[in-house]
């Protein structure tokens, strides 16, 4: 059971670039979301998606694009890659329905932009 | 908007005492989850305790501890006996639970930095 998998886990870009950072879940959870983590101001939460096919805003997501497409799979796209943008950014899941609300995360993926 | 503030950017405690971390938080939601998540140098969060916000027994897991005052929306955490393991990032975190889910949204703070010292 590998639980929540993300790549890559170490990436540097240039401006302007864009990338797909790659999220997968195998514990069959509903719930799924991408936050990024800086100094000073702890996880902040980009994307949510409550499943396939249906994904929302969170507090930061400009400059950030996602899909769901399956269950399992919730990648978090970079339009054009801003400095601004370094980060490390995690993915996580979580079970739906009667639940306590606890977060199942991925490794995390440091990502420089240069 | 929900914000959770962490006062302590860090602390260090030596092998063996005890430490308590400090968090706050802000709603209006009635019904709500706290947490505190450890991040090791590895990266890696891990859950460290949970608190329903509906319940009046303080949370406990082994040598961690909460102290829930709900009326002052304090929610500080408790590591006895402290470990060279503990040493991490420590991060508290909120989230509503209307209609009994969370949908994954959680709100953290800043973190503290905690150094457990032989």
């Known amino acids: 059971n590998a639980g929540v998998t993300q790549t890559p886990k170490f990436q540097v870009l240039k401006t302007g670039q864009s990338m797909t950072l790659q999220c997968a879940q195998d514990m069959n959870h509903e719930y799924m979301s991408w936050y990024r983590q800086d100094p000073g101001m702890g996880l902040r939460l980009i994307h949510y998606s409550v499943g396939a096919g249906i994904t929302d805003q969170g507090e930061v997501p400009n400059g950030y694009n996602v899909s769901r497409s399956t269950t399992e799979d919730f990648p978090l796209r970079l339009l054009s890659a801003a400095p601004s943008q370094t980060s490390v950014y995690f993915c996580?899941?979580?079970?739906?329905?009667?639940?306590?609300?606890?977060?199942?995360f991925g490794e995390g993926s440091r990502l420089t932009v240069l | 908007a929900q914000t959770v503030t962490q006062s302590q950017p860090e602390m260090s405690v030596q092998e063996a005492e005890t430490v308590t971390l400090s968090c706050t938080y802000d709603?209006?939601?009635?019904?709500?989850?706290l947490f505190w998540y450890k991040q090791p140098p590895s990266r890696q969060m891990i859950l460290v305790i949970r608190q329903e916000a509906y319940k009046q027994q303080n949370a406990t897991e082994n040598r961690f501890s909460v102290n829930f005052q709900k009326a002052a929306k304090s929610f500080s955490l408790k590591i006895s006996d402290s470990q060279l393991g503990d040493t991490a990032m420590y991060f508290c975190a909120f989230t509503t639970s209307a209609g009994g889910t969370s949908y994954g949204k959680l709100t953290f703070g800043q973190g503290t930095i905690l150094t457990v010292h032989p």
């Open positions: 709603t209006s939601e009635s019904n709500y989850y």
């Open positions: 996580a899941s979580s079970y739906s329905g009667q639940s306590t609300g606890e977060l199942f």
